[in-house]
Structures are given as C-alpha cells and as structure tokens.
C-alpha cells in the first residue's frame, strides 16, 4: 500500500480481555517497529523486527506482550489479559534502512482503550 | 545503550519567536539523527535528517546541525507560526547496535501564540 495502516483505529476492550493490534508496513520495507503512546507522553519502544533476525523484544513491558511478524510482511501485536494502564495509542512503523539513513514511516496508530 | 535526552517542555512561544530545542544523545559509532513531528490529531512524520557529523538538516524553515563534539541536534527556526504547534521528537538510528533500531526522545511540546 501507499503507506503503513493499522487496524483498527479505535478500540475499547474490557479489562482481562486479550486484544491483536495489525500493522500492515509499506511494502518492501525489512524493518518494522512497535511504540506506545501514552497520554501527553512521549514513545516508548515496544519491539523491533528486522528481516529475519531475531526481533528485539527489549522493551516490551510484560510477558502479557508479545508480537509477531508473518512473511516479514504483516505484524501482530497482542496483549494478553488487558489492564487499565495498557490504555494508549500503539503505533507502529515501518522502513528500508539499507544504510540506516531511511526515514520510518509511521502508521495512524491505533488508540487502545480499557475500562 | 543509545539514548536521546531532550529539552522538558511544554515550550510556549509568541508567533515570530526564535525557537530552540535542544537534543543530546548518547551512542558510540556514527548514528544518523532525526527529528520527527507530530501535529495535533495526526500521526508522526520526518520533519528534518542528518546522516554524519556536521550535516546540517532543513525542512519547512527549521534547521539541526549534526554536532558529534557535544553530541547534540538542536532545533531551530528563526520565525515560528501558529502552525507549528505540536509534538516535536528528536530520534537516532545506527549507533552502537548498528542494528537498525530507532530510538526516540520523549519528545517536546510546542505551542505557538498569535
């Protein structure tokens, strides 16, 4: 496509619900990333996937995170046994970092909610 | 491992002000940088980028000079407008890691007064 989407754009889930994030990155492009944002903060690095290296899962902040990458194509991110702080928008990104001097493109995001 | 610090904001300005924020990073080897922004209701989008020491970035009247000696990329623009009010990040990519991982700052607020 034309830029990175995520689906959806919106989502209310009830707490202790597990909920899949969906990245689709611009076609072609070997690195994809997960952030969050939390209200009025700034972005906090989730996970990292490049071509078919192990991803770096370094910041995720609890085991009731996790994310795939299938095809080194499309991403999942899912959240297990949603809590209240997980509220925030996850955005994800995408590019082709050939020689690490590509700009990311970044997705609309998706603003998560937990009540 | 690799970090960027930038100035605390919210930043609040009168239209036509000079407009600094600052942004340090830590990183061994050659990092590009980049400042990324993100207007109100939209999604974040390259604003600037510098690829190797003393590079100067520029877009829509802003300027960073990739400064490797104090290891800074400061934002400037000489003349601000309401317009440019938002969230400003600063971010680097290729630092020790040399694995592509992009590793922002906790971004600054900007607000423009007419």
């Known amino acids: 496509g034309a830029g990175v989407s995520q689906s959806p754009s919106n989502k209310v889930t009830e707490k202790g619900k597990d909920v899949e994030l969906r990245c689709d990155p611009i076609s072609g492009h070997t690195a994809l990333y997960w952030y969050r944002q939390s209200l009025g903060q700034g972005l906090e690095f989730l996970i990292y996937f490049q071509g078919n290296s192990a991803p770096d899962k370094s910041g995720l902040p609890s085991d009731r995170f996790s994310a795939e990458r299938t095809g080194g194509s499309v991403s999942t991110l899912t959240i297990q046994r949603t809590q209240q702080e997980d509220s925030a928008v996850y955005l994800c990104?995408?590019?082709?970092?050939?020689?690490?001097?590509?700009?990311?493109?970044f997705g609309q995001g998706t603003r998560l909610t937990v009540v | 491992g690799d970090s960027v610090t930038q100035m605390e904001g919210p930043v609040t300005l009168s239209e036509e002000a000079f407009l600094t924020i600052n942004c340090t990073y830590t990183a061994t080897g050659y990092p590009s940088l980049f400042w990324y922004v993100q207007y109100p209701g939209e999604g974040l989008q390259l604003l600037l980028k510098a690829t190797k020491a003393d590079d100067k970035g520029s877009n829509k009247g802003f300027e960073a000079t990739y400064r490797k000696e104090t290891t800074s990329f400061h934002l400037e623009k000489g003349s601000v407008q309401v317009s440019d009010s938002a969230v400003y990040f600063c971010a680097l990519i290729g630092g020790s890691s040399n694995t592509g991982k992009l590793i922002f700052g906790q971004g600054t607020t900007l607000q423009v007064k007419p």
């Open positions: 990104a995408s590019s082709y970092p050939g020689n690490l001097n590509t700009e990311a493109f």
